[in-house]
């Protein structure tokens, strides 16, 4: 059982910055990989940017440029830095853990609210 918590969400104006954590804990010692998924009303949830397997990382389109994925393997923790967020990168931001070798093979966090505006 893997467990996943979430921080740093809330409302930013355009242009603006927000950090945020994800907590790992459980069984977390079989090799694994996370990443950051959103979800806008009325949309599906879409991968923003992630950790590989191979060890890359990979970042959607939309993203590029502005987000950055990071992690601290002693906290357990990955982060999502974003910088010059636009109103359409207002969604639901869930953290993602995913097993390579184990089944299930994926946990979610419970999801924090990013809302850009003026």
């Known amino acids: 059982q893997v467990q996943l918590v979430e921080s740093g969400g809330g409302l930013v104006q355009p242009g603006g910055s927000l950090r945020l954590s994800c907590a790992a804990s459980?069984?977390?010692?079989?090799?694994?990989?996370m990443g950051w998924y959103r979800q806008a009303p009325g949309k599906e949830r879409e991968l923003v940017a992630t950790?590989?397997?191979?060890?890359?990382?990979y970042y959607a389109d939309a993203v590029k440029g502005r987000f950055t994925i990071s992690r601290d393997n002693a906290k357990n923790t990955v982060y999502l830095q974003m910088n010059s967020l636009k109103p359409e990168d207002t969604a639901v931001y869930y953290c993602?853990?995913?097993?390579?070798?184990?089944?299930?093979?994926?946990?979610w966090g419970q999801g924090t609210q990013v809302t850009v505006s003026s």
């Open positions: 950790f590989t397997f191979d060890g890359s990382t």
């Open positions: 459980g069984s977390i010692f079989s090799i694994n990989v």
């Open positions: 993602n853990l995913r097993k390579r070798w184990a089944r299930p093979s994926d946990y």
